[in-house]
Every structure is written in C-alpha cells, then in structure tokens.
C-alpha cells in the first residue's frame, strides 16, 4: 500500500491531468453532433472546403482570420463535414486548454487553485457549448493559455535565474520567446480579439520597469517579429477596424452592471452560482484592502487578474462606443476567470484544514448546474425537414436571410453544400437550389413571385439582418396563409397559397 500511495505521490501530476482531460473529452464530447449546425458553423464549413488560396481571398473581405478555417481545410479532408467531423478539433482544442490550465495552476499558483480552475472550465456551459461549434472561439481559448503559460514560464526565468543554464541564463528566456513569438502569431491569425492578449503581456512588463529595462531588447525584436509576420493580414484589419469605428458594429452598447452580471452568469451556468462567485471575488477584494500592508505580493496572481480585468473591462467600457461586449469575443478573458475564480476561492480561507471546503462547495454548485447537452437555440435540421416535407414541384421557397442558404443547404442536400465554387463562392450552391425553385433573398423586390400559386418563406431571423425586407408584408396581402410553424428559437416557416 505504501508503495502505490509513493507511486500516486510521484506521478500525481500528471494522473491528475488525465482525469481532467478524459473528464473534459466526455462531459464537452457526449453530445458533440446533438445540435444542427447553426449560426456561423456553416460558413467555416463551407469556406474550408476551398483551396487554401480562395480561403484567404474570401475571408479577407470579412471578419474571420484565416487560420481555424486553413486547420479545418486539412481536417475535413480527412474525416468529412458531418456534424461530429468538423466539431471534433475544437474538442480537442477545449482539452489541450484543460491541460495548460492546470499546468499553469500546478507551476505558478498551487495544486488547490489548478484543480478548481480546471474543474471550473470543465463544467462552465459557456465552455460546453464552445466546445460544440465548428468555430474559431475553442481555439482562440486553447492559444490564449498556452501563451499565458509561456509568458509566465518567461517571468519565471527572469525572476530566478538561478535555475536558468548557468552558462547560459538568457538561454531559457530566449527558447520560450520564440515559443511565445510562435503562439501569439497564430493568436491574431485566428481572431483579432487575440490581439488583447498581445496588448495584456506588453502593458504588464512596462508596469515593471526592472524587467522592461534589462530585457526590451528581447520584447521589442519580439514585437518586431510578430508585426513581419503579421504583415499579410495588416491591411485587412485596419480596414475592419476603419469600419468598425466609423459605421459601429452589429451589437448593443452595453447596460451598466446589468451586462456584467449576464456575462458572468453565462460563464457560471446559473443564477446561484453566478452570485456566489460574486460574493466570492468581492469577498477577496475586502481581504485584500483589509490585509494591504500583509498583502501577497505574487507577480503571476497579479498577472492573472491583470489578464482578466483588462480585457473583461476594457471590452465592457468601450462598448459603450464600439459594441464588441459578446460571449464569445470574450474567450481570452473567460479563460482567464477560470484561474481569477480558483484564485479568489483559495484567498478568502486561509486555515490549511478548510482550504478544501469553499473549493469543493462551490465546484459542487457548478458541477450540478453543467448542462452536457446544452442547445445551441438552432433546430435548422427540423426545420428544412418540414420544408422538404410541405414542399413540392410546384413550390416557391423564399429564404431571408440570403446568407442562410449555407445552412439550409447543408441539411437540405450535402451533395449541393460539398460543390463549392473556388472562383465565386455560392454561384453553385445558388445555381443548384434555383433549380429546385429554392432562393436566398433579403428582399421581396428580388424575386418574382406572382407566378407562383404556393411559396414557403423560411425566415431565420430576417427582421433582424434585414428589417425592411417587406417580405411578410407583400404576401400576406397577396397570399393566404395555410399554414405557420415555429422551430426554436429563431426560425418561422410560413406556407402560403393563392387568395
């Protein structure tokens, strides 16, 4: 018995690791494809199946970086476009991020804050459904703490050279810098908000001159570097960021503490944990005051309250001016609350024998609240059923918005989704539903419908993208309705006949 408990005891590191990791695959894998695709899914689907150079000129003209839609290129290509095929990377991005936190916990915090911050992620619903979606927001997630881990492991270094190459201290540094060069590269080729985890390390090093003085070289070759290999993308986001400022963005501002509260009960699952992990953090913010002169002085607790409070705020404060306050723009940050949450906990009680009790409550809490499950409010494979239902050879089907055509198309006929065109993007997919007398429309004065004597309209939201469609309106007084179903949450499918 002694010499197991001496094996656990040795390699307790990493069995705990793999518990987390096979924990997070089953809880976030379970249910993987038990959701349509929905929302921006297919458009990362469809636009990955182009050649690499397509890729790149289309994406150029929105607002999605290349580099999830050039990994998924090469995943689908291998295991296809089902559901669970192209959800199944950011799975394994949503476990990698499991391990690095815990890591990051295990060398830089203590094993109470790496296990309540892993179990944290783990069962945070906002991080199930990320884990879900055929999107860039998993990865994001997983390179936001993987750079976190490798900045860290830098101050280490720097902070204890003593444990560096003695022949060489600057070695271990320099090894990690081009690690970091690395990741913080891919970072900003996968979304533009990974640009706030660039910004949180340069504000926190010239914060601390010591360090900023002796290495600036290094941080500024670094920045160097990164802006060169930046350079085929530089132009594409200061034209989104001209946009952005001058014609505003398609969110709200935001509310006061009202959205503070929202976004936080989205990362907690439900209302009672949401307050709790409130009265938690305010809870160590009184400590600290009260405690200021004894206060703990440790630069990486301070840097992952940094990391969390410039980014959450930053983005709460200026979406009073630019909208950007969104779940899922708010990845590097929610990751990031994870490890100020573990961090909170393990503050408030400072007796060694109750260190466990708050820890395990409040994990508890989150634990019976996980939704494995969790709906994605998009029954699009219902939906284009019952429209493949009611439809028939004599059947108009008008579609708003235009753009919904992706995902119609890919439930309505995989074969029509799969022959994409490299040259102009939809010209097949709309060619091939044409002659199924199907059409993507954002308003009625785009189609000629008197012809028709039956039309089905799919409105996936229209009065939102396009609000002056006049869709309803014209047939409504031109058409009888037969029939209206409704497929949650955002989906209307209206059957018209001739009055």
């Known amino acids: 018995m002694c010499s197991k408990l001496k094996c656990f005891k040795k390699y307790e590191h990493i069995i705990i690791a793999i518990v987390l990791l096979l924990t997070n695959f089953v809880i976030k894998g379970v249910f993987l494809s038990s959701n349509s695709l929905g929302g921006d899914e297919p458009f990362s689907v469809y636009h990955a199946q182009m050649n690499i150079g397509s890729i790149l000129n289309l994406l150029a003209e929105g607002n999605n970086p290349p580099l999830y839609e050039i990994i998924l290129h090469f995943w689908i290509k291998i295991f296809g476009i089902s559901e669970f095929s192209v959800r199944f990377p950011s799975l394994l991005f949503s476990c990698i991020s499991v391990l690095f936190i815990y890591k990051l916990g295990i060398k830089y915090l203590n094993k109470r804050i790496a296990l309540c911050a892993s179990i944290v992620f783990i069962f945070s619903n906002y991080h199930v459904l990320f884990a879900h979606e055929a999107r860039v927001y998993a990865l994001l997630g997983m390179l936001s703490i993987i750079s976190m881990y490798y900045f ?4 280490y270094d720097i902070l204890n050279p003593k444990n560096n190459n003695k022949n060489n201290p600057n070695c271990s540094v320099k090894n990690k810098l081009i690690t970091l060069i690395i990741i913080n590269t891919l970072i900003i080729y996968s979304h533009y908000f990974g640009f706030f985890i660039l910004i949180t390390q340069f504000l926190f090093l010239t914060f601390n001159k010591s360090i900023i003085s002796k290495y600036w070289k290094h941080i500024f070759v670094s ?72 206060r703990q002085k440790n630069i990486y607790y301070r840097f992952i309250i940094v990391w969390f409070v410039f980014i959450f705020f930053f983005m709460f404060g200026i979406s009073y001016i630019i909208p950007m306050f969104l779940d899922r723009y708010l990845m590097p940050a929610a990751i990031a609350f994870a490890l100020v949450l573990g961090i909170a906990i393990d503050y408030i009680i400072s007796k060694p024998k109750y260190n466990y009790i708050l820890p395990i409550i409040f994990c508890a809490l989150l634990i019976t609240t996980v939704k494995p499950n969790i709906t994605n409010k998009r029954n699009v494979e219902e939906t284009v059923e019952k429209i493949k239902e009611i439809q028939d050879a004599n059947t108009l ?24 065109n490299n040259d102009d993007a939809y010209s097949n997919i709309n060619d091939a539903l044409s002659l199924k007398n199907i059409y993507g429309i954002n308003h009625i004065n785009e189609i000629d419908y008197k012809k028709w004597e039956h039309i089905v309209f799919l409105d996936a939201a229209a009065s939102f993208s396009y609000p002056d469609n006049n869709i309803v309106n014209t047939l409504n007084a031109n058409y009888s309705v037969q029939n209206e179903y409704k497929f949650y949450e955002i989906f209307d499918v209206i059957e018209y006949q001739v009055k």
């Open 223 to 294: 920045i160097g570097v990164i802006a060169v290999l930046y350079i085929p993308n530089i132009l594409v986001v200061l034209n989104r960021f001209i946009e952005s400022s001058s014609s505003g963005t398609w969110l709200k501002p935001t509310n006061g503490l009202e959205s503070i509260y929202n976004m936080l009960r989205q990362f907690l699952n439900a209302p009672v944990v949401a307050v709790c992990a409130i009265v938690i953090l305010i809870s160590a913010l009184v400590k600290y005051i009260i405690t200021w002169k004894n």
């Open 397 to 420: 089907v008008l579609i708003c918005p235009s753009h919904f055509i992706l995902n119609f198309a890919y439930y309505y006929d995989k074969e029509i989704f799969k022959d994409y």
């Open 152 to 155: 860290m492991g830098i101050l």
